[in-house]
Structures are given as C-alpha cells and as structure tokens.
C-alpha cells in the first residue's frame, strides 16, 4: 500500500474580521507568522523540509508566488522550493492534497502546506479606462502630450474596483457568491428563520469552543499600531449574538425577496494557516508523531450558479471511487464550510433527498446528512470568519485537534468552492 | 554582506607592472593608463606611512617623467579597504612636533604632486577610504566609489583629536564648499558610497566588479576636473557665515575637545586663501592638536578598542540563537542580533509581555529606519528572523541562548535548569545578569562548563560593551567562544571576574551613590549633574540614575552595598524614590521631572531637601567626590582581579558608561593626576566624609612607587 500523509502538526493565527486586528498585516505576513509559529512550536529542522505549499485567492502584487515568500521570510532554507496554489475556496486543501500528491510521485516527503488570506488588503482597482490612460501618460514623450492626456482623465475614471467583490463573483455565471447562495435556499425553500437559527449556533458554539480553539491558534504579537494587546483569539463570534438581532439585518444580494444576510452569511476576514505534513515513513523516521492522516480526497465540478451544492457532489464521488467505504455515517466529525447558513442547510436537505440523489449524483440512495452533533461542532465560517485561501486549511485543522480531543476515528472535511467545484476529504486517527 | 570581489583593482595580467616593498604597485596598462595599486604586505588594511609615501613619490616621479601615460588611477587590492589613513602608531605618546611636522609636509607634498599631476587622475575606491585614503583621493580629479556594503568616505580624524592636515581640510572645503566640508569633518562621519555621490563627494558609483572600468572611463577623456567655477567660489564665500554657525554646535564639547574648533577654523579662514596657506594652516592646527592629551588619550582608546573587537577564534555570529525574557534588554538583544543576521527565537512566559518586547522591537527598527542605520527592507527582514514564542517551546541546533529575565537568582536557577534539559549540548548558555554571581547560577547545572555571562548595556543597539564573565567552571573556550561571538554581533567584549557587580556597575555605583548623598547634603539636582557633565561625562549621574530606573539602580546598588559595606551603601534618597514609585524616566518622575520638553530638576523632591545649601556650590568642586570615588573603585577592581589590566578598566568605562574620553578612562584620568595626589585627597576625604574613602591599596602601592597605573 502506498504511503499515507501524516499530519504531524498545525498553527494558526487568529481569525480577524477584515479591517480589524490583523488589518495591518499582509496575506505574506500572516502565512509568515504561522509558519514561523508551527517551526518554533514543533522544533522542527527547517533542513528536512521538501517543499512549502500555500494557497492563496488575492495573492499581493507585491509578493508574487507568495509560498516562496512566505518560506524565506520564515527562514526556510534556500534550496527549498514554495509554490502558491489557487483552488479559490477550497485553495488552503489544494495544498494539503498537493503535498500528498507529491508524495505520491515520490517528489518529496516532508511538506509545509497551508493557506493564507488578508481580506482587508485585497486592493482597489482602476477601471480600464483610467488603466489606459495611466498607460498612454507614461508614453506620452512630449510635454504638451503630457498635458493633453491628464486633462482627459474624468472623476469617474477614478471610481475604484473593489477586488474583494470582483473576486467574490463568479467569472462564467455573473453571479455574486451571495447570490448563488439566494438560488439555493431558493430552490430549497429555506426560510430566513432557519439560516438565522443556524448562524446563531454557529457562533454558540464558536463562543463556547473559544478555550479549545486556543490550543490551534497562535498569538499575532505587535500586530499594529493602535492596540496595545497581542492578538490572541478569532474575533468573528459574538458572545452577544441572539437571534432578535439576526431577524433584524437586511438581506444583501436580493434587497427586495432575499434571505441572505451579512448576518447568516461567512464573515470576511484576514488569517493564515500552516500544517506540518510527512509521509507515514518519513514522519515515523523524524521521531514526528502524526496528529492523523490524510485517507482521502476528491474535488469535483458542478454548476457554478449552484457552487454552494459542491460538498455533495464531492462526497458522492469520494464513495464512488471507494466503494462500500467513506460515507458520512462513517465520520465522527463532520466539517462543512459555512459559506452560508442558506447554502449548508441547502447541502443538507440534499444529502437526504432521495430525488437529488437519484438526478443529480445518480446513485440509488441519498448520502445521509450527518446528525448536528457532530456538524461543526466548533463553530464555521459563519462565526469564525471564512478567509477564503485559509479555510480549507483551518478546516482540516480544527477537524483533526477535535477528533483527537474525542478520541475519534474519522472526520469529513468538506467545502463549496466559488466558481463550482466541491471538494471533500477523509481524515483519520490510528 | 561578505564581499567576495578580490582584487577589482588590478588588471588583466599582460600588461607591466612592479611591486614595491611597501606593496605599491604600478601598472601600465596597454591603454596608457597607469595603476597604482596599494596592497600593504602582511595587513588586511592598507595604511599611509613615510615608507609609502616616499614609495608613492618615486613613482609618481617615473610616471611624471615617462611619456604616454593618459591617465592614473589609485586602486586598492584589499578586499574590503582602500585605504583606511595615516598609521596611527607614528602619532602614538612620545612622537615630537617636528616628527609631525616631517610628516605632515611629506604626505602634503606628495598629495600635491597628485593634484598637479598633468594626466587626469582618479580614485577607484572600494571599501573603507579613511582620513589619508580620502585626502588622497581628494588630491585625484575623479573619484569614483564601489557601492559595497563596505565602502565608506571620509574624514574622521577630528573624533581622534587630529585635524585633516594632509589637504583634507582644504580640498574638501574647495569641492563641496565649507559648510558641507565643516558638516562632514566636524562630525567626522564615514559616507557610503550612494550618500557621498549625493553630497558631491564622489563622481560616479558602480558594482565593485565594474569599479576599474568606470576609473579608466573618467580618466580616458583626458579631461581634469574643472579649475575653479563661479559656484565654488561663491560657496568659499560663505566661510565667515559658516564659522560662528558651526562654532554654535561645538560649543558643549569645546573645551573638551579642541580638534573640530580647529578644523573649523582651518576650514573657514583656508576657504578664503591660497591653497599653500590653507595646508599651512592644516598643518599647524594639526600640530596643535597632536600635542593634546586629549589627542594621545583618543588615539589610545581607538587602539585598545581595535585590540579588544579582534577576533581570536572561529566563533562566529550565532546563526541560530534564542533570548529568554523580553523585558528591555530582551527585546534590545533580539533586535540587534536579528538586525545582524541571526535567527532569534524570543521566548517569555505569557504573551503579554512577549508582546510588550515585540512592540519594542518594532519600535527599535522603527527608529533605526528613522535615522537611517536600515532601510525598510533590512528592517523588515530582521523582524522577520525573530520567532516570539510565548511559553515553552523546544530550543533545538542553537548556537548561543541569553537568559535575559527578571534579577532574581530563583528565577535564573529555574530558567538554566530548564535551558540545560532543553536547549541544544553545544549551545553556550549565557545570562545577561548585572549583578547575580555566574557561579551560582551555573551550579544549578550540570554541565556548569558552559555557562557564561555576558552582560550587555542598555539600549543594547547604542553601547558597545560586553562584560564577558565566566563562572568558576566555565570552559575557557566558551569564553574564548563569547568573546568572539560578541566581537562577530558587532560589539566589544571585555572579559571580566564574577565579583557582584562586575566591572562597570561596580566603578559606576560609588559615583552615582556620591552623587546622591551630595543631594542629601543640600546641593541641587542641576548643580551636581553640571558638575559631572562639565566633568566630561556624557550624562549627569542623577539623571543618569533615573534613566537607568530608581528601583533598578536600587536592586544594584543593594547587591554592591551587601558585598562592600564598608565602600558602598543605599542612599535614602533612593529607597524614598522608591517607595513613591517615582522611578525616574519611565514614571515619569525621579530626581528630574519628565513631561515638559526638556526634564526639568523635580522641585517636589528638591523642596524637600532637609539640608539646603543657600550659598550653591559656591567654592567647591562638587565633581571631586563621586570621581575619587570611582577611581578608588577603579583601582579595588584591579587589586581584587576583576579586570586583567588597567587598559580594560578605561575601556570598558568609557565604553560602558561615556566615562569622558577625552580623559582616557578612570585610571588614566588617574595617572595624569598622579597616584599620590589622589591618595592624598582620598584620605583629607576618609577623615571628612568617611571611611568610604579609605585609599585602595593598589594605589597606596603606585603613591609610593610614584608610579601610574600604565606603564608609558
């Protein structure tokens, strides 16, 4: 039998709604701190690493292949390559699956994999129009020229393009990610009351999981100017939260008939994950002992009005390619990334609908939704916060540290990817 | 930055060249263009002795008599200095006037050759290009500069109490104008290659690699530098604004230090005369100066202080390292050695003062960018090699660990226990302790062998000394290792005995408890501390005391009191400070009062002065007391072993406290008072004042031998 991905250890920062704590920092700065955080915690000899994977949505322009970045801002050695992955949502798994599918090619063995996100300093863009003309001034030879072109630059020229929304909205569907989330609880009949209900557990149980969830982050020390505090927990979750102040926000995507609202949707924010990963061997040889292993992973397309259904499709082909094995009775843990409240609670009306079953994944028998106690047990996006490159990551991380506090076996990772992909994997404890 | 770029100043091998015993060479290339290339034999720097000069001379007589020369071009073929000045062992103690003089007209005659030199003349200039190496190079028509890391321009000598006399003073006056010249000479200050291109200094800057290239460009044209313009002269103009505006700024340190008024003058009054005056001038304020004690003290501290930073073994910058404790001098010690290049793990108990210390750090690079010591980016990447780790964290393949957390022997023992399980078998285990016996700590260990002292000052990136300190079983090779690794980060180490207080703080602590009971005494917090900055020290001691923080001088002052009773005791004036939480500069209230733009003496405490002196200091030398007293101590030092030679005392006293060096450190300041004289008033003291006073017997011994503490 081939080699398994042992995940050895894991960091992260906190989590930090953007324009808030970590605003100050780059996605390269918070990749760095958690990397440099899981080498100074493990102990490990940056000497042996083989490769640093990072996964990142808004890469900065000014760190470009911001894995390599990261690894020599983190004192890596040299001659050990980094690559940036880019899997949208699903790009902090991306490179947990990489790592193993280098393993697999024998291309390498021990891995710094991860993911990381500054939300808040995704940037502004200029339209095309005043691109051109910025072009067309830097060409401009002659001073009159000069003149000529600067005096055609309109105030609207200078109206920015936020990155963070073009970024959020899907290339081929036109849709916003909020949107595709309006066609889900649509098609789903999903009531506000519902979503609002299950945000408002999300952040119960983030509140309540706040001394565990300590044990996977790490301080951010110095991180600004303005505090005078290190950085020590997620800020999304609100102690406060009720749902008398949920039922009050307005819907965002679909201002007249929606149900999405900021409230019931992930937060957006800044953070960094990193994960030491070996081959079953290499770790053993290490002295390195493995919090659990990666069994199995698959990413899928679907449509990408309907991205938020990714999980299931994921799911399904999980089970296809391992017949009899990996279905969602078998975890002990159930990750779902909380994109929405709406498109969670979507995913998992399907997981029991023998209709879908039969016409969407063409299988007999529904997948079975997981019972609630062991869906997100810590809290999801909706609390924690969902930056983006990171979460997959986080995901995997959170999942393991709960499954060995339970002494559980089995954890079901899974995630919507913007654009229309699922992606689903297995982790396991010996 | 290592530089690897090995003789940039020679060239292809084809071409004629001869060696000369004083490693001048000459070479004539087959483009008529001559190189001389300095390449002192048996030295990493290259130096300007009369042996060179006259070298230099001959040569330039063969090629001032030889035909088809185009060009000359002075390189170097040191790695990492042109030529880093005048040897300064001709001007050490017994060099007379006239030897000076001798001197001074030869380096100016030969200077002036090259400046007549009918070719055009350049200076390729890489690495450090120092006092004559620049004088030289302001003698050539073109100079053109490496941009490595280790190229630095200019004029240093006034820090030494000399006078740039071989034309420096003059030429530079003459191409920048007298104010920048005053602004560079008087400061004395070494310009990397960029900032000397901005200021006119040098003509062109390039890659080491390309550095002969550009030389031979400039020089091919055939073109000398323009003669006199219209600008430069109006700038020699300015000379007599120039003057008082300069002598505002020395005014401090005038009295102390009469070099930079005499370069001033030579600067200003030269700007307006012929260039043959002007180096007559040079040449009698240099004169002047070298006749000083305060020359010959400066000149011998800039020697022991190269003796000290010499490396002795392999030890190297620690490449991996780690600090316990991020207070002050935790954070301090990370940021330097992470600004140097070494990977610090800092390590403290909770995150919040581990956020505290990385706030600081921030700040220190913040500041360095400030004033320019780093850029942006260095700074960033320094930060970066800082790992903060809050609670314990594995300490694998560390090369050196500094326990820099609270003074409490507890504390220590726990901290060296812990470090001995965990940290690496070959990392030295330092602590950065000012009063706790390394021994002691150690013996908690064991493997005591490895455990050292190496004691820093605060702010870590502005004081030079390490007080290396090995226990009683410390392996003499780890403190041969520390000493190194000190010298490698940059600093000077001095090897001290593990006696409370160790050096410094031990000189220091008499002085400043001095200091206090004269307060107690009735004489005011301003009149004290004017007595001691007239004195020559950097800082008065009652303001000094409250930067280093009451309750931390306390804690010192309480070790040394316990450990010589009969020379040192708390004032109460301390404990009282103490106990109202008013400690000093970080409360912002101490024996001065800090809020206002300047700290102003606390008249809350002043008004509370129980004896009050109406009359002032009137008649007295109130820098007398704390003086003696530290002298007295000085000399205990050397009696009980503590330092192995009166010159580590002066160094690390100047070094480690500002102790005016222009005196040359407490035992020379001594000796030109003479031992029997400070016996003398040490005991008219004793029966005054107390048994404090009481004579060393040290110096009771040179009172009656009538001799100093140095051998001359």
Known sequence: MASRLAIIAGYRTPFSRMGTDLAELSADDLGRIAVDALLTRTGLDPEVVDEVIFGCVAQPAEAVNLARVIALRAGLPQRVPAVTVQRNCASGLEALTQAEEKMLAGRGEVFIVGGTESMSRIPLLFNDRASDRFTRLARAKSLLDKVKIASGFRPADFRPRAGLMLGLTDAVSGLNMGETAEVLVREWKIPREEQDAFALESHRRAVAAKEKLREEIIPVFAASERSSEPVRDDNGPREEQSAEALAKLKPVFDRQCGTVTAGNASQITDGAVALLVASEERAHKLGLEPMGFLTASAYVGCDPKR????????????????????GP?????????????GQVLAVLRAMDSADFARNALHRDDPLGAPEREILNVNGGAVALGHPVGASGARLVLTALRELTRRNGKRALVTLCVGGGQGAALWLERE | MKDEHDNHGSAAGSNERNVLPSGVTLERRDDGVAVITFDRPGSSANLLDASVFGELGRLLDSLYASSGIRGLIFATAKPSIFIAGADLRALSENVSASDIEKLVDLGQRTFQRIADFPV???????????????ELALACDWRVASDASSTRIGLPETQLGLVPAWGGCTRLTRLLGPAQAADLILKGKLLPARQAKKRGLVDAVCAPENLLDLAVRKAVPGENRPGRSVMGLLRRLQAPVVRPLAERKLKTTAEHYPAPGLALKV??????????QSLRLEKEA???????????????????????????GKARLPERMAVIGAGVMGAGLAQWFSSRGSRVILNDIAPEPLDRGMRAVRRL???????????????????????????????????????????????????????????????????????????????????????????????????????IIPGDKTDPEITGAALDLARSAGKIPVAVGDKPGFLVNRILMPYLVESTLLWEEGFRVRDIDDAMTAFGMPMGPLRLLDEVGIDVAGHVAKTLADAYPERMQ????????????????????????????????????????????EDGPAGEDLAERPILALINEAAFCLHDGIAAGPEDVDLAMVLGTGFAPFRGGPLRHADSIGPARIVERLRALEKKAGARFKPCPLLLEKAEKNEGFHSR
């Open chain 2, 267 to 276: 600067i200003t009054e030269g700007a307006l005369r012929p260039t043959r």
């Open chain 2, 286 to 312: 240099i004169v002047q100066a070298a006749s000083t004690d305060v020359c010959k003290n400066l000149i011998r501290l800039f020697f022991l202080r190269e003796k000290a930073s010499r490396k002795t």
């Open chain 1, 307 to 326: 991205m938020g259904m990714g999980p299931l499709f994921a799911i399904a082909k999980l089970q296809a390619d391992h017949p009899g094995k990996f």
């Open chain 2, 570 to 613: 708390i004032p109460d004036v301390l404990n009282t400070l103490i106990q109202e939480k008013n400690f000093g500069k970080k409360s912002g209230r101490g024996f001065f009062h800090y809020g206002g733009r300047k700290p102003e003496p606390n008249q809350e405490l002043e008004d509370r002065q129980t004896v009050t002196r």
């Open chain 1, 329 to 341: 009775a078998d975890a002990d843990l159930v990750e779902i990334n909380e994109a929405f409240a």
């Open chain 2, 120 to 134: 055009p003349t350049v200076a390729a200039i890489h690495g450090a290009c120092a006092g004559g190496g620049c």
């Open chain 2, 365 to 467: 690079y913040r500041q360095g960018v400030a004033k320019r010591a780093l850029t942006e980016h260095d700074a960033r990447r320094g930060l970066d090699r800082i790992s903060p780790a809050d609670g314990p964290v594995p300490l694998p393949r560390l090369d050196l660990v500094i326990e820099a957390a609270a003074e409490k022997m507890e504390v220590k023992r726990k901290i060296f226990q812990e470090l001995e399980e965990g940290a690496s078998d070959n990392a030295i285990l330092a602590t950065n302790t000012s009063a706790l016996s390394i021994s002691e700590i150690a013996s908690v260990c064991r493997k005591p062998e490895r455990v050292i002292g190496m004691h820093f000052f605060n702010p870590v990136h502005r004081m030079p000394l390490v007080e």
